[in-house]
């Protein structure tokens, strides 16, 4: 189904912020709302999104491919960002992706086998006083995560777990 | 000293509108828009000295005074991409006390004839837009926002837009590319944005924390403003204080407060009592002051007094490092960031952080030379005054100066 269909009143949001000749910033908000059930996006979203604006596909996969929070394939339902840049390494942010992926059994880059969650190293987040951080993507958007612990962060996701769960 | 910027340490609920207006919130963007020309208003910015807070320094008003009156619509845009590893002020800024931002925003659209702002917010900021949005919202209903504003003639409208994940987007002219629906890769300047910017009509743009001030500037005079901070650096600064401190967070202050004031008296010191061994003022992009006399903290923060550091203090985002942090670590994790972060759009910058990661990640890892430090330092020193823009110089400060005032920790490096 087109996103015009299946989100009338975003999409028509989404298009009246911009002038005529500018229909084209159009392109990012709506590749968030097609990105928003999956947690990726498909080619059909592309063209979709390709024709409404008047643009080729490939304009629309060279932004997919450009910035770090859209995604063209697949993971896990969330993703967990955790930020390892610089101020967070100094704050001890390395040892905690370290004792995460011990805990989770994961290495980073992978996803759990139940395709719950993607962990993820990310650059700076803008919480360098709040480390260890991260930020969750998921259907119901990006939230921030700060002065985490591996305990706080493993009962975060068992959270997370259940609720794929519970959708599947 | 009364807070400026980071009022709501003080004014509890002041991201609430009617709070925000009990403090005298848009009292000077009415005054502005019902009892001043535009260019008036642009002349009191212009008095006060503000600098752009983003990290350049450029003199706000003169900025505004660039834009193109022969060629309309005009166009403001706010910079809240901020993604610099060290600063997290914009952030606070937007949770905190919202209104003096969006009233800044507002005040800078009727100086420069804009009918339309949009506020370019980082991806990651989602929750953040989200509330901005209800702001807005919350503006256009109390006629603060929309058409024939105060009786007068003037309209305006403001979005927010987010981008998606890209350091790059903070430079102005790759913000502009994303926010009209390409890649955000930087334009060849000149022209600069106030002739040339959104959908290449002449647009301002000016960091979060630079609109802030406005306001307050138009509320209380030019004289007022410069009161504070340095001949060189008028007014308050957000320091954005992290790493190795006990009280890492934001702290604005006066330009000119010291280094040693924001790290020991606000930042309550360094963890477990070590000795600081190097600051990087303006986050990842710094290069290293190298702290090997008690003197070197002692320094005033103000644009012109840290350049005789050989530094830029830049956005103010001060990392402390301690003198366990060995510096082929560090720089390591700041070329990594680059390289990850170069937009691909010309080849010094985007050839040169690839081959540079390679080099730090052999000399971290144990397995470089000598030869490794050297040809570091040369391609580092071969990508300076070549790159498009400004990140590509970026990535090679630290670099540089990692090697050239801490070659011990390199050679140490190289030799176990």
């Not at chain 1, 998921?138 to 612990?149: A, F, L, Q, V």
């Not at chain 2, 603060?144 to 994940?165: E, P, V």
């Not at chain 2, 410069?226 to 190795?244: E, N």
């Not at chain 2, 990842?284 to 006399?293: E, H, P, R, Y």
Request: net charge neutral.
């Amino acid at each position: 189904m087109s996103l015009a269909k299946k989100y009338p009143k975003e999409v028509k949001q989404i298009l009246s912020k911009y002038p005529p000749e500018g229909k084209r910033s159009a392109v990012m908000p709506l590749l968030f709302l097609a990105q928003r059930e999956e947690g990726y996006i498909n080619k059909s979203a592309m063209q979709d999104i390709a024709e409404m604006l008047d643009i080729t596909e490939t304009e629309v996969a060279a932004v997919v491919g450009f910035y770090t929070l859209y995604h063209d394939k697949k993971e896990g339902k969330y993703r967990i960002q955790v930020c390892t840049d610089l101020p967070c390494a100094l704050r001890g942010a390395e040892k905690f992706m370290d004792d995460l992926c011990a805990n989770l059994g994961i290495k980073v880059g992978d996803t759990t086998p139940d395709g719950a969650v993607t962990l993820e190293a990310v650059t700076c987040l803008a919480a360098c006083d709040k480390a260890p951080m991260f930020q969750t993507q998921g259907p119901d958007g990006i939230k921030y995560h700060e002065n985490m612990t591996v305990d706080k962060t493993m009962e975060l996701i068992r959270t997370l777990k259940n609720a794929v769960g519970e959708t599947k | 000293m009364a807070q400026i910027l980071l009022r709501h340490r003080e004014i509890p609920d002041i991201n609430k509108l009617p709070v925000y207006k009990k403090n005298g919130g848009f009292a000077a963007f009415k005054n502005a828009v019902t009892k001043m020309k535009p260019a008036e208003v642009t002349e009191v910015v212009k008095n006060s000295g503000l600098r752009g807070r983003g990290g350049a320094g450029f003199p706000t008003g003169m900025k505004w005074s660039f834009i193109d009156n022969k060629n309309w619509p005009h166009y403001v845009v706010a910079n809240a991409d901020e993604s610099e590893p060290g600063t997290f002020k914009d952030r606070e800024i937007m949770e905190g006390n919202p209104f003096q931002f969006l009233e800044g925003v507002a005040i800078a659209s009727y100086a420069v004839g804009a009918n339309v702002a949009y506020v370019y917010l980082r991806g990651e900021f989602w929750e953040l837009a989200a509330s901005l949005d209800e702001k807005i919202a919350e503006m256009e209903e109390a006629g603060y926002l929309g058409d024939k504003l105060f009786g007068t003639n003037y309209s305006l409208r403001m979005y927010t837009h987010l981008g998606a994940g890209a350091y790059i987007c903070g430079e102005e002219t790759a913000l502009l590319e994303s926010l009209e629906g390409k890649r955000g890769q930087p334009r060849v300047r000149p022209p600069f944005p106030p002739a040339v910017g959104l959908y290449g009509k002449p647009t301002v743009i000016n960091n979060v924390e630079t609109f802030a001030n406005v306001p307050m500037i138009l509320a209380n005079g030019a004289e007022w403003y410069k009161t504070m901070g340095t001949a060189d650096s008028a007014g308050v600064k957000i320091f954005s204080l992290s790493g190795r401190v006990r009280k890492p967070g934001n702290y604005e202050l006066p330009f000119g407060t010291t280094f040693r004031d924001l790290i020991y008296k606000h930042g309550g010191g360094v963890q477990d009592s070590r000795t600081v061994k190097a600051i990087m003022p303006a986050g990842a992009s710094s290069s290293l002051i190298l702290v090997d006399n008690d003197k070197i903290l002692d320094t005033p923060m103000d644009y012109a007094t840290v350049r005789t550091l050989g530094a830029d203090l830049g956005s103010a985002s001060v990392i402390v490092v301690d003198d366990t942090v060995p510096m082929d670590w560090l720089v390591n994790k700041t070329v990594h960031f680059f390289k990850h972060e170069s937009c691909g759009k010309c080849t010094p910058c985007r050839e040169g952080t690839y081959w540079m990661s390679h080099l730090t990640e052999r000399i971290h890892g144990g397995h470089g030379s000598k030869a490794d430090v050297d040809l570091l330092l040369n391609v580092a020193k071969q990508m300076q005054g070549k790159c498009l823009c400004a990140l590509g110089e970026f990535s090679t400060m630290a670099v540089v100066s990692g090697i050239e005032r801490f070659r011990q920790d390199f050679d140490h490096a190289v030799k176990a």
